[in-house]
Every structure is written in structure tokens, then in C-alpha cells.
Nanobody
Framework: QVQLVESGGGLAQPGGSLRLSCVAS????????TGWFRQAPGKEREGIAC???????YYVDSLKGRFTISRDNAKSTVYLQMDNLNPEDPGLYYC????????????????????????????WGQGTQVTISS
């Protein structure tokens, strides 16, 4: 059974940092594209950062330079380092994985494709809340 468990959300000050973690189980983690989606208050869930099986990354343009996604296949964990947080960043942050597995690596562009839709065959974590306040 695929399971994704996020942690690391909470309250941060403007300009501060948070690091989200997501531990995966129930599947071969290193063979799957994984990433982070965000749902801001009153908005639809959107993909913000995805990482492919060869560590190729994709970021939504508005977050480039502030957020960094990484993965540790030995720990079946994906991380999202969020720096210089601002009032546009609050929301529920969801870890996800594309259920399509690739061997040895996903083709170029798959991370971008995965991050571009919520309609894929994905498994989702329960979400972790991020709040920004001074």
C-alpha cells in the first residue's frame, strides 16, 4: 500500500525558512517521479516542485530561487526547502508521487508534466499546513 507522510509544516516569519519532508513507503521510491503541490486559501491545488528519477527538477516560475526540492532514495524521502517565505506562501502543502514507475530513468520532461496537473494517477499525502506571520 502506497503511503506518503509529510512533516515540517508550521508557522514561519516573513523571510524565514521551513523544510518539509515526506517519507514514502509501499513502493519502489527511486523509480517514481515525486513532488510537492500547494493549495493556497481559496485557490486550486497546483504543482510547485517536482523531481524526476534522475534528480532532474521542475519548479513553477514564481518559486524559482526560493524553494529547493531534493530526494534521498535511500531514505525514501523527498524534501522541500523553502527560503525567504512571504505572505503568498501559506497553504496546505501536499507530497505526491506519480504511480507510473520508470526504469532505469523517466524520460526528459516528465517532472514538468507531473507538476502541471492534478489529474494524473497520483498518490497523495495528507498535507501539511504552512502559515506565515510576523
Amino acid at each position: 500500500q502506497v503511503q506518503l507522510v509529510e512533516s515540517g509544516g508550521g508557522l514561519a516569519q516573513p523571510g524565514g525558512s521551513l523544510r518539509l519532508s515526506c517519507v514514502a513507503s509501499g513502493f519502489r521510491f527511486d523509480a517514481h517521479v515525486t513532488g510537492w503541490f500547494r493549495q493556497a486559501p481559496g485557490k486550486e491545488r497546483e504543482g510547485i516542485a517536482c523531481i524526476s528519477t534522475d534528480d532532474t527538477t521542475y519548479y513553477v516560475d514564481s518559486l524559482k530561487g526560493r524553494f529547493t526540492i531534493s530526494r534521498d532514495n535511500a531514505k525514501s524521502t523527498v524534501y522541500l526547502q523553502m527560503d525567504n517565505l512571504n505572505p503568498e506562501d501559506p497553504g496546505l502543502y501536499y507530497c505526491m508521487t506519480d504511480l507510473a514507475g520508470w526504469s532505469p530513468y523517466a524520460p526528459p520532461g516528465v517532472a514538468r508534466t507531473v507538476c502541471s496537473t492534478t489529474k494524473g494517477a497520483y498518490s497523495w499525502g495528507q498535507g501539511t499546513q504552512v502559515t506565515i506571520s510576523s
